[in-house]
């Protein structure tokens, strides 16, 4: 029995010390997951690991939802060959260490400033802790930051942006600068055959052919990062390209939201083809969209700007619009802007942009690089290969007299046979007058050994630096003669000049002369312009005439000077600036044939009468003829002659349209009933005839019931009534706007009739439904009464419009002889008895006589306005008297769009033309055709008795407000058109 006890115990013990082992060892020490996963939570509960099978099926340890990671330090950028290199030492801003569920630092970088790090802008990871360097390809200064991404994905804060850093030359420009020197090259060691095709394009040449926007249809990584930095903007589907630049115009003021794309460097004169595609949303509400450069100094100051314009319709389909533009004086670079102009609502898309550098008529091309693309004197004798340059390398018609330094070219330099009349250009498209403006010293030269006080060549031309001064003497003929070109007999040249004399020219004229000469230089002939009676007021003066190369001619020269060889007294002198000929293109004979010369176009038909003339400083007129009958002529005054007439749009007559023509008439009847049955009441209202119609409130209506009354029996009156429902049913309880009763002595048919006129404004504007009403009154007992018509003797109500508005201007007179004088409605017509325009709406520019400009052009006269005064026979008429209606009849013969412009119209109190300019501020906007002369109601601006005229002042340097008006004085003045009570 011991023993066994002792054996409990020992198994006891065992089963003790097993027990306590198992509680000390790892639970899952010898464990397994099969096909699953354990979670890992914190004490918020929140899952920070998966270990074991994960979604996708693979098998792993998965960290999600780690803390956000600390930040990296600012990393170091340095330019390297071709690149830029960022460095990252491994430390953060806001940790001492880094995190242990680090994963890698992103390098990211972009062009612009501020960046937001994104996909477009990832360039490379550096994975270790430790950091590390990482090269970055770049051809544009870049901007640098760096983001810690944990192993659980999240993303650290930025950090500090370095840059800009421009990566460095691939070549040393040390090494590049000097290596092949001017001194190096052999004397035409460079000619053609070294040159490999298309070795010598835009950039050699300074001019680009290529489109130099980046990324033009908008695309790229490159418009992703202008779109992500500018709410404005966004991406949509392009035109056939995968992308658009779209902006939004939502304002609740006109804005004009832009878009900085990118810098060219740029030379002052360089030229630019613009273009691009837009369109705007159905709900667009802004003046424009614009891709434009801004001119800018070397210093950053803003010079000007170049602008293609396009002006979508809302809700239609992609359209495209190109300008050219040129770079003004002193530009050193260019910004390119894309735009909305003045937006309220809706959105606007760009797409498929383009810059291109413009030579000639468009792009480089065959034969495209003529004297203007080259710099003056950057193609000398010693930078061409001896006898590389013949006649099959020059341009037809480009080698002109300007292009050969005098005696130069002579017959031993010519090739027998390679100088053909193709090769030559003789006026057809340069000047045949050398030293035109004399600014190159040729004609100052030749004026060396001249007396001074007789002619001298001068500062100050015409918009040129220099100009030639002759002076008058009694008894002489002062001249000065041009170098002689060559002419053909038959020819015809334009030949014109600029001049003007000083305030005391007196006695001579002036002269401008072509001589003609044969080969043996003996003269010929001449042909010119003789000004009798030159302006004297200090203005320069333009002449010019067409003249023909007579007979045996072969050379020409230009002559201008001052006569006085047929007079005794003679002062003053006289100035001369900008001397053409040029030759005149024309089809051979004298019959039919068409002139163009750079006065303009003129047409001849058969008989050698002209037919068409289109052409500046004379008449233009177009006559259209058909088997040699003229059908149809516009004369130089612009009257017109044609047969049938057919107008789509608006027919005005003397400014006034043709339908304010017809409506100060009568329209006669605009709606009528006859009856022919009748209609019986007793002693209550009965309703009889309803006729309705629509009042206009500028018109005067009469209504008219007429027909038969039949009383049953004899006594009583017939009350009739008119009565308006307006727009809804009419009742017998309807207003009652008119009756008329009628006695009845006698049984039997009697006419009658009731009548009114009354004003739509009275009436209100819009439908009016009729009902005319009766009873009998005062009758027997009993009594009832007939209303009616017949077949042949039908009652007829009716409205008729019997004109426009008419103020009431009656009075009640008793007669006892002073009762004051009924008032009567005028309208007088007044025609402008002075105008002028005023140069920055200040003082008054006599340049401009007494015609009207108003708005911005140019900073010679600023923000321009006018003035236009009346007689003073309006203030007297309008003294005591109500305003009913102004108009005002203005002749806009010019504006800077040729769809035209808007006027703005304002009212002024002067009785005379002031010397400077001011006016009310209340305006009235107008849009207004080129060449159109149209009276406009200005009742809102002209609305006081105590105006005595008319301002045009936009005060808008916008150029759809840039037009001028004639005045006092020339074919159509203006006129005011006043309507009054008095």
Known sequence: MTNQIASLAARLAAVERRLDSTSRTAQLAYSSIEDGAISVFDDDGSLRAVIGQQPDGTTGVNVVNGPTPPTPSQPTVTAIPGAVAAAWEGNFTDAAACPLDFARVEVHAAGLDNFTPGTATLRGTLESPRGGTLTIPAEQPLYVRLLTRSSSGVASLPSVQSGPVTPGPVVAQEVLDGIVGETALAEGAVSRAKLQVGAVGHNELGIGTGNLLPDPSFDGAFTAQLVAANTQW?????????????????????????????????????????????????????????????????????????????????????TRVTAQVQAPSGTVTATVWLQGFQATAGTADFDNAEIRSVIGAGMVLAESIGT??????????????????????????????????????????????????????????????????????????????????????????????????????????????????????????WIAADYKTTADFTGASVKLFLGFYDEAGTRVGSDGIIVSAPVTDGTWQ??????????????????????????????????????????????????????????????????????????????????????????????????????????????????????????????????????????????????????????????????????????????????VALRDGGAKTPSISSLQIQSAIYPMPSAGYQRIRMEIIRPGSVLGGGLHRLLTTFRCQSGPAGQTVRLLGGTNYPGLMYVEDVGPYVPETGVYNVGGGTTTPPKKTYTKTYAASWSGSYAN?????????????????????????????????????????????????????????????????????????????????????????????????????????????????????????????????????????VTYTK
């Not at 705007?280 to 614009?290: F, L, Q």
Request: hydrophobic share 35%.
């Open 234 to 318: 966004a991406l949509v589907d392009g035109n056939g390209s995968s992308k658009a630049l779209r902006v939004n115009g939502t304002s609740s003021t006109p804005t004009s939201p832009s878009l900085l794309i990118t810098e060219l460097p740029v030379s002052p004169g360089n030229r630019f083809f613009l273009a691009f595609d837009s369109r705007a949303s159905a709900d667009w509400a802004g003046d424009s969209v614009r891709l434009y450069l801004r001119w800018q100094n070397a210093d950053g100051g803003v010079l000007g700007y170049g602008t293609a314009i396009a002006k979508p319709t809302p809700g239609t389909a992609w």
């Open 372 to 493: 203007l693309e080259l710099a003056a004197q950057s193609v000398t004798g010693e930078k061409v290969v001896a006898k590389s340059l013949t006649a099959r390398e020059v341009k037809a018609l480009s080698l002109t007299g300007d292009e050969i330094a005098t005696n130069t070219l002579t017959a031993r330099n010519i090739a027998a046979g390679s100088l053909s009349a193709s090769r030559l250009a003789i006026g057809t498209n340069g000047n045949l007058v050398g030293d035109p403006s004399y600014e190159t010293g040729v004609v100052a030269a030749g004026l060396v050994g001249q007396d001074p006080s007789a002619f001298a060549v001068e500062d100050g031309g015409n918009n040129s630096a220099k100009r030639l001064r002759i002076a008058s003497a009694a008894g002489a003929y002062r001249w000065v003669q041009h170098a002689a070109s060559p002419v053909l007999t038959g020819d015809r040249y």
């Open 542 to 719: 333009r002449i010019s005439k067409v003249i023909t190369v007579p007979a045996n001619s072969t050379q020409a020269n230009m002559r201008i000077g001052v006569d006085g060889t047929d007079v005794t007294t003679a002062t003053g002198s006289a100035y001369f600036d900008n001397l053409e000929c040029r030759a005149v293109l024309s089809t051979p004979g004298t019959g039919a044939r068409a002139e163009l010369s750079p006065e303009g176009l003129r047409l001849y038909d058969e008989s050698g009468g002209e037919a068409v003339s289109l052409t500046t400083g004379t008449p233009n007129y177009v006559s259209l003829t058909n088997d040699g009958i003229a059908v149809a002529t516009i004369d130089q005054d612009g009257n017109t002659g044609v047969a049938d007439l057919a107008v789509a749009g608006k027919l005005t007559i003397g400014g006034d349209p043709f339908e304010n023509y017809l409506a100060r008439f009568a329209r006669g009847l605009i709606a009528v009933d006859y009856q022919a049955s009748a209609v019986s009441a007793g002693s209550t209202d009965y309703g009889f005839v309803e006729l309705s119609f629509d009042a206009d409130t500028s018109r005067m209506y009469r209504v008219v019931l007429d027909c038969y009354a039949d009383p049953s029996v004899a006594g009583g009156e017939l009350v």
């Open 841 to 977: 709406r200040g003082s008054y520019n006599s340049f401009y006589g007494s015609q009207c400009l108003q708005g911005y052009f140019s900073s010679t006269n600023g923000m321009q306005a006018s003035l236009i005064g009346f007689p003073a026979s309006l203030g007297t008429d309008l003294s005591g008297a109500a305003i009913q209606k102004a108009e005002v009849y203005l002749y806009f013969d010019h504006w800077y769009y040729n769809g035209g412009g808007k006027a703005v119209i304002k009212a002024h109190k002067f009785t005379s033309r002031p010397s400077t300019f001011s006016s009310d501020s209340e305006s009235q906007t107008i849009s207004w055709g080129k060449n159109v002369g149209k009276w406009v109601d200005i009742t809102a601006v002209f609305d006081s008795t105590s105006w005595r005229g008319i301002a045009l002042d936009p005060n808008n340097s916008d150029l759809n407000y840039y037009g001028r008006a004639q005045g006092v004085g020339q074919s159509y003045p203006p006129q005011l058109r």
